[in-house]
């Protein structure tokens, strides 16, 4: 599946369960969906970081690797960061497939000075 046809699915899934959500009246509105989906994906990555946290603390302290059960969590928190990354993209009409590749080709030239250096 291609991330146009993701966004497209998740416009669909968000109008059938939270239509209210997107019945955007004014700029004033579109300002607290905005903060809000803000708000969530920060929240999101949040736990993300958190799990790492103590992922990190207990392999510098203890030695122990990531369980299996952490590392669920992050396939989890990572994919729930997504999906709001995902929902701002379509709140703010942005097709996140054209823009990535455009930022590719920006970031190519950006960082052509590092390529195959391997200090």
Same mark, same amino acid.
């Given at each position: 599946?291609?991330?146009?046809?993701? &966004?497209?699915? &998740?416009?669909?899934?968000?109008?059938?369960?939270? /239509?209210?959500?997107? @019945?955007?009246?004014?700029? /004033?509105?579109?300002? @607290?969906?905005?903060?809000?989906?803000?708000?969530?994906?920060? /929240?999101?990555? /949040?736990?993300?970081?958190?799990?790492?946290?103590?992922?990190?603390?207990?392999?510098?302290?203890?030695?122990?690797?990531? +369980?299996?059960?952490?590392?669920?969590?992050?396939?989890?928190?990572?994919?729930?960061?997504?999906?709001?990354?995902?929902?701002?993209?379509?709140?703010? @009409?942005?097709?996140?497939?054209?823009?990535?590749?455009?930022?590719?080709?920006?970031?190519?030239?950006?960082?052509?000075?590092?390529?195959?250096? +391997?200090?």
């Amino acid at each position: 599946m291609e991330l146009l046809e993701i &966004q497209k699915e &998740q416009k669909n899934f968000d109008k059938e369960y939270f /239509g209210k959500f997107w @019945d955007i009246k004014n700029d /004033g509105e579109f300002i @607290d969906r905005l903060l809000y989906l803000v708000v969530a994906l920060t /929240g999101e990555l /949040g736990e993300f970081a958190n799990i790492v946290k103590k992922i990190s603390r207990d392999f510098n302290n203890l030695g122990e690797k990531p +369980s299996t059960e952490k590392l669920e969590k992050l396939k989890e928190e990572i994919t729930d960061c997504f999906i709001y990354v995902i929902i701002i993209a379509n709140l703010l @009409d942005v097709n996140l497939e054209d823009e990535f590749l455009r930022k590719k080709d920006f970031n190519k030239k950006r960082f052509e000075k590092y390529k195959n250096n +391997s200090v």
